[in-house]
Every structure is written in structure tokens, then in C-alpha cells.
């Protein structure tokens, strides 16, 4: 039989493998959910309240530019707030970038174990996503740059990463910009810089201010508000420019903005955030690494856990979820079948995953 004449999609498209999200618990157990890097401690009261408070003007249309959460923002951060640009996501961000900036042709260089929508945004717009090797889990500044052709456009850097946790340095992301041609731009995605505890670390505002070509992508996801989706960027005049001139003229929705201004504002809740994650970063780390279990040194809210093999990963998966607790599966989505991704959870679900895993080593 052949095939029906309709619409088809432009080449390239059917070649893309769709993004893979973290598990979910069956509808109505109690099985914490550990596979998203969300909040532990939810979302900020004060980013609730303004959130409900929105419920008054849902037959308005919200301003365009997302106004009162860039100017949130520019206060906390201190950033002129007509560098910033807001996003439904920081997803929605990534991709304005991309198809701004690649073409038929054209190449984005990424580390092999980068965030996976990187290869998706690259090829959606016909240009070739170049995957380079890391140095144990880490991006590898002169692998990514020994990559780079005549074709290069872009360069995409999740710092810290996902899923490893690993990250740069602010020397280390340097050197890597000044060894790019000025018309290659460097995108640094800190969707988790909240989180970092790292003193060598920087979210790269300094950078982005003295360069034509780089700019700094975050988001509130992983701050509890990953349900309004909200993503902000800072960037040159030049590029901010050329991304609004494509971007919804309504991308960001006005409970978003409300919630995220406040959220922005609430430096304590954002703090307190701050520290519950590292102490149980920090411990399970240490309760884990053993003979049987490598966790990569992370500065995210998530631990990378390695084990021997693929079976032995699956294994710990399986009995994680009888125990009550799903995590996030790496295998399919980026390639690294003897691992495990756990997000950071309460008290209660730290020990809890602690204790199944050292259990399970403990019966090998």
C-alpha cells in the first residue's frame, strides 16, 4: 500500500528523539517523587500568595514583556532589566535562542552528557548538534573547543550540569569564551545555580556584561515554581533585540510574573532552600560512596549515583520504587545505563533512599 499524500514534516524533524521526562508515581500513591529536581520545601509563601492573588485579572491579558518580574529580577540581581527576557520555561528561551542563531548547515557544540534538549532545539532547525567527550562526568573546556569548526555557531553549556551535577569554574568558562570567535555565541544555562556551593563558582553576570556574544539562561523550575513555567535570560542589547522580534507576544503568563517576582524577592525562602539542599546533598553523598556506588561530586539538587552495570542500576531502580520512591532513570535519555539520578527530597526521603541502596549493597 503507499503511502497517503499529506503533510510532511521538514527533514531532520522525524530524526529527533523526543525529550524524555522523569517518572512519575501511579495516579493517587504515595510514592515521593524524586525524578524532576523539584523543591524540596515547595514554593515560597510569598510566590503562592501573589500566584492566587492573580485569580482577579485572568481576562486581562498580562504585559507583554514580563515588566514586573524583569524588574523583580534587575533589583535582586542587579542587572538592567532591559537585559533580561523572560520565558514560558527556560525551555522556550533555548529554543528562541536556536532558531535566532542556527540554520541549514550550521553546528552547536555541546558536552556529551549536556542537558538533552540541546539536540533536539539543534536539529528542529536543520543545523548539527557536534557531541564531545567529557573527562570523568565533566564538561572538557579543550575537547569542546577542539571542536569547534567554521560552521560553529553556538556552543551550549549547562553549568552545573544535568544529570551529572558537575560543573566549571568561572576561570574555566573564561577560558573557554576567549578561545571562541566572536561570532560564536556561548550559552550558559545555570538552571541550577541556585544551588550552588562551589566558592570557585560563577553565574557569569560579569561575563555576560563585557562580551557581545554570551548569554546566561536560568530558570525558576527548580526553585518551586516549576508548575508556573518561568525562564529568564540576560544578555547583549544586540541578542535580547533579535529573540523578542520571534518571541510570543504573550510568553509569560501574569500568575507567573506575580509569583516570580515575588519568589525573586524572597531571599530567605530561596536561603533556607539553599541550605536544605546542600546538608542533604552533601550527606547523601557521603552515605552512598562505597565500592558499589560512585556519586559524582554535584553542585545541583540531584545526585548522580553510578554503579557497576546497566543491571545492577535497574535493579536499584526497581527496589527504590517498591520502597516508595521513584527516581530518574538516565539510560535512554543520556546514555548512561549504569546510572541513577535522585533528586534532593525532605529529611524523610533522604534517609529513606539511603537506607533501600546501602540495603541492597549490603546483600550483593
Request: charge should be negative.
Amino acid at each position: 500500500m503507499t503511502n497517503p499524500i499529506r503533510p510532511t514534516p521538514q527533514p531532520g524533524i522525524l530524526d529527533i528523539a523526543p525529550y524524555l521526562p522523569g517518572k512519575s508515581g501511579a495516579p493517587g500513591s504515595t510514592t515521593v517523587k524524586l525524578s524532576a529536581n523539584e523543591s524540596p520545601l515547595g514554593a515560597s509563601p510569598k510566590a503562592v500568595a501573589a500566584f492566587a492573588g492573580a485569580a482577579e485579572n485572568l481576562a486581562i491579558y498580562p504585559e507583554g514583556s514580563s515588566r514586573i518580574l524583569r524588574e523583580a529580577l534587575g533589583e535582586v540581581h542587579r542587572i538592567d532589566p532591559a537585559r533580561i527576557m523572560c520565558g514560558n520555561g527556560s525551555d522556550d528561551l533555548l529554543h528562541l535562542i536556536a532558531q535566532t542563531y542556527l540554520g541549514e548547515g550550521d553546528e552547536a557544540v555541546m558536552n556529551r552528557y549536556g542537558f538533552s534538549v540541546y539536540p533536539i532545539i539543534t536539529m528542529a532547525t536543520g543545523a548539527k548538534i557536534v557531541m564531545v567527550e567529557e573527562t570523568d562526568y565533566t564538561a572538557d573546556v579543550d575537547a569542546i573547543l577542539a571542536a569547534v569548526t567554521d560552521r560553529t555557531k553556538i556552543v551550549w553549556l549547562a553549568n552545573p550540569n544535568n544529570p551529572t551535577g558537575t560543573y566549571l569554574s568561572d576561570a574555566e568558562v573564561r577560558r573557554l569564551h576567549a578561545a571562541l570567535r566572536p561570532d560564536i555565541l556561548l550559552v550558559v544555562d545555570n538552571a541550577y545555580a541556585e544551588y550552588v556551593t562551589a566558592a570557585d563558582f560563577s553565574v557569569g553576570l560579569k561575563l555576560v556584561g563585557e562580551a557581545d556574544n554570551v548569554v546566561m539562561v536560568r530558570t525558576f523550575s527548580k526553585m518551586g515554581l516549576a508548575a508556573a513555567r518561568i525562564g529568564w535570560m540576560v544578555g547583549p542589547d544586540h541578542i535580547i533585540d533579535a529573540l523578542n522580534r520571534i518571541r510570543g507576544p504573550f510568553n509569560v503568563n501574569l500568575p507567573a510574573q506575580l509569583a516570580g517576582a515575588a519568589a525573586t524577592r524572597d531571599v530567605e525562602f530561596n536561603e533556607k532552600l539553599r541550605a536544605h539542599n546542600a546538608k542533604w546533598r552533601d550527606w547523601l553523598t557521603t552515605e552512598l560512596s562505597g565500592n558499589a556506588m560512585r556519586v559524582l561530586p554535584s553542585q545541583a539538587n540531584f545526585i548522580l549515583v553510578l554503579f557497576p552495570d546497566a543491571a545492577t542500576a535497574a535493579r536499584a531502580f526497581d527496589t527504590l520504587l517498591a520502597g516508595g520512591y521513584v527516581v530518574r532513570e538516565v539510560g535512554k535519555s543520556y546514555d548512561i545505563h549504569n546510572g541513577l539520578r535522585i533528586s534532593i527530597g525532605s529529611d524523610e526521603a533522604m534517609q529513606g533512599v539511603a537506607k533501600i541502596l546501602k540495603s541492597m549493597e549490603a546483600a550483593q
